[in-house]
């Protein structure tokens, strides 16, 4: 008996939902969503209304919002919101040439989980998809640099007498220092830099279920409900000052 294509059957598979003006993308998105076995097409929009009818008639919960910016009549940050509002399961992967901080944290705080550019976009983008619903958070690491030395510098900008580009340990007491263990802080040191749950096990020796508990236990203590959020608050508390 195979039981290796056993498991493989019961496997939760994800519905998909792309949103991309671009023909060649969406078509480029597709054939990888349908080579999956983890993954399954669930169609696409082609602009920010279209978008916003398909959820608002979809009878098949979206698992994975694959979502554009920048769209003819809009953008797509309306689209993550009202995806995140409609189905709170549902998780937001933005792919877009825009890199600037300004859009990043947008759609971070609109419920985007990842945030990948288009530059730096996989061959495969469903292996990413599958690593995002097994807990990873992928993020370009040209954006994640770029976001977090915009935090180093408006939290730099708000200590008094703070030198331009400080690190923003200057502006954490104490208690926000011993906030989380060594291992947690490796851990989280590693998911800024846009490791997967899996590459941060091999690379530390570690199970990914011991990796699990280490990301549960910062997301209590940071408050948070998302990788993304961690690096973010640990970056504002001067937690993060390193990040590769």
Known sequence: ?????QDDATLRRWGVLVVEDDSRARAFFEASVQRSPRLFWLGSAGTV???????????TIPDVLLVDLGMPDGTGLDVIRDAVARFPGCEPLVVSV?????????????????????????????????????????????????????????????????????APEAAADESDRGLL??????????IARGFSYAEIARLKGLSVHT??????????????????????????????????
């Open 98 to 166: 825009f890199g600037d901080e300004e859009n990043v944290l947008a759609s971070i705080e609109a419920g985007a989980v990842g945030y990948i550019h288009k530059d730096a976009a996989p061959e495969d983008i469903a292996q990413t998809i599958v690593e995002m619903k097994a807990g990873a958070s992928p993020i370009s690491p040209m954006i994640a640099r770029r976001v977090l030395a915009k935090y180093r510098s408006l939290q730099s900008a708000a200590v008094p007498g703070a030198p331009p580009g400080a």
């Open 181 to 190: 263990s060594a291992r947690e802080h490796e851990v989280l040191t590693l």
């Open 211 to 244: 990796v699990q508990t280490h990301i549960k236990n910062l997301y209590g203590k940071l408050a948070v409900h998302s990788k993304s959020e961690a690096v973010f608050e640990a970056t504002r508390l001067g937690l993060l000052s390193h990040p590769g």
């Open 1 to 5: 008996m195979n039981t290796e294509a």
């Open 49 to 59: 209304q279209e978008a916003l009818g398909w959820l608002s008639r979809t009878t």
